[in-house]
């Protein structure tokens, strides 16, 4: 039993874990839903705002998570490491 040696290597992470999919499209889901309802119940206007951010906010980070995975595509050099391309 050789306890002295302590591999330097972490273990990958399963693929389900590491894509950013799932959460973008849940992430902008819940806002869109959010907008809505507060369009449809005139007691919430005040929210109206805060859900017109959190789309754009939404569309943001879509688009720059859309224009890296292209980068990594194309290999580019200063492209995000490790995204899904398929």
Known sequence: MDIGHVSSEMP???RRLV???PVVVAGFVAWL???A???LNPAWSEARP???M???VGVLGLSIFL???RSARRGD???QVGLRTD
Do not use: H
């Open 37 to 39: 309802l507060v369009w």
């Open 54 to 56: 959190g789309l754009a």
């Open 19 to 21: 894509d950013p999919r």
């Open 12 to 14: 990958a992470l399963p």
């Open 33 to 35: 839903v959010a907008a």
């Open 67 to 69: 224009a890296q995975r």
């Open 77 to 79: 050099k200063g492209a």
């Open 50 to 52: 805060v859900c017109l």
